[in-house]
């Protein structure tokens, strides 16, 4: 659980699931982050997803995270301590 406690900005996020099929397997570079939201780089696509509904990995770590879990700002993320499933 590691990479929750770090910041994600300029770092590589792959969708592995989603309640949205077109989003699972959707890549690219993370350049902002809100309470609820992820904005990612893809190439030259500015795409904005909705942390409740995805699940993904970042920085090519094993750890998969789930999106609904981490649903706060991410300055009150990284500082908070996370249970192991």
Do not use: C
């Not at 910041?7 to 996020?13: E, H």
């Not at 699940?55 to 649903?71: K, R």
């Amino acid at each position: 659980m590691e990479m929750v406690n770090q910041s994600w900005i300029g770092r590589t996020m792959t969708v592995t699931a989603s309640t949205d099929p077109t989003l699972t397997g959707r890549q690219g570079i993370v350049v902002d982050e809100t309470r609820n939201t992820l904005s990612l780089l893809e190439g030259e696509q500015h795409l904005v997803l909705n942390k409740a509904s995805i699940t993904f990995t970042v920085g090519g770590s094993d750890a998969v995270i789930q999106g609904a879990m981490v649903g706060q700002r991410p300055e009150d993320r990284i500082h908070r301590t996370y249970r192991k499933a």
